[in-house]
């Protein structure tokens, strides 16, 4: 049976070693005690999103991090899919349909009136499957500013 199990302060390890799964695919950097010392910001306020492990019986799956920002044009709060991460033994048997599905529901109990996700260019089968539960392309591109810490 599938379950989402929500991430506590001892599972930390367990999402961020994912995480070093996930950000390698793209090559992306990650440093892994500034996860441990994000999530542990993280889980102390539940305003700023929420993680849970996707769990099949005891067999951890992969991940979901959904975090929050208030947006007037799109009428209040908006949650952002900010990561969903399934071990390759995970993907293609509808575990990220349901962890979709999963999103939507709960964002939608906590009264966000949108859901945002990003999803890279070369990632057709995760565009399928967003596409398939209703997601569309936002018109705009995003552009960022990282800012330097001395």
């Known amino acids: 049976m599938l379950t989402f199990e929500k991430l506590t302060f001892e599972n930390i390890d367990t999402i961020v070693a994912m995480m070093q799964d996930f950000y390698a695919i793209d090559g992306y950097d990650?440093?892994?005690?500034?996860?441990?010392?994000?999530?542990?910001?993280?889980?102390?306020?539940?305003?700023?999103?929420?993680?849970?492990?996707i769990k099949e019986n005891d067999l951890v799956l992969g991940y979901i991090i959904v975090v929050y920002f208030f947006s007037f044009e799109f009428k209040g709060r908006v949650a952002l899919l900010?990561?969903?991460?399934?071990?390759?033994?995970?993907?293609?048997?509808?575990?990220?349909?349901?962890?979709?599905?999963?999103v939507k529901e709960y964002v939608q109990n906590q009264g966000c009136k949108l859901v945002l996700l990003e999803v890279e260019p070369h990632n057709i089968p995760a565009e399928k499957l967003y596409e398939s539960q209703g997601f569309d392309f936002h018109p705009r591109n995003i552009m960022r500013y990282s800012i330097k810490n001395n």
């Open 30 to 53: 990650m440093d892994p005690a500034v996860s441990r010392e994000n999530f542990n910001t993280f889980l102390d306020d539940e305003r700023l999103g929420q993680s849970w492990l």
């Open 82 to 102: 900010d990561e969903l991460y399934l071990n390759a033994d995970a993907r293609g048997k509808g575990v990220g349909r349901k962890a979709v599905e999963f």
